[in-house]
């Protein structure tokens, strides 16, 4: 069964560990007059991720589905989601939409957001900003919520371990593990580091979150500018060879 943790007022984390690969599945839930969904876990968890939604909601009134880019764990489930809440659309990138999703996994079509572009569930603000290729994957993107300063921030400080649902404590030095750990098997390369991966982490650090909400591991509760630019530099020196 999941476990539900509220990390940030009316938003509630979803968090499933698999100790076959001893990584945690992470979901969060916005409870708003539009409820958002984001991430919706692989097909798989469906049955447990939805169970755990209808402990804080009717998840057939979820209006809206958002993830980072396009793969298993961020939107597996999209359909089957669909089929179950009738009003639940995907929000997404315009490469996202037009590239996978429309076409691979949405049950309708997507509503694509730009860069920069704010949309509203209620009392919530959420903010998109494209990333391509951070943490990985053409489409990627991020939202963040400007009222209470949540960073959904998908692979980008992935944990491994059965961690805490979520710390004050610092995060980056367990992310810079794992990536070493991956670095020497059949995960190497999960996230690539380029010439321009500075400057999209410097525009998430500029955010100043309050609350960073990995989709693997412990949600950050503290200085979450300060965070991003020790993550941007675990990177560089795990990735850019410098290690
Ligand atoms: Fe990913
Ligand atoms: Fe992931």
Redesign the pocket.
Known sequence: MSQITEIAPDVFKISTFFSEVNIQFNQFLVKDEEPLLYHTGMKGLFPTVSEAVARLIDPTTLRWIGF??F?A??CGALREWQRLAPDATAICGIVSKMVNVDDVVAERPARALKDGEVFVTGKFRFKFLQTPHV???WDAGHLFEENCGTLLC??LFHQNGDVEAITNSEIVGRFKKMLIEYQEGPFANYLPYTTKTERILGRLADLKPKTIAP?HGSTYVGDGKSAILDLAQAMKDVLAGSV
Request: proline content about 9%; cysteine-free.
């Open positions: 980072s880019h793969e764990d961020e943490p990985h994957a998908s692979d989709m």
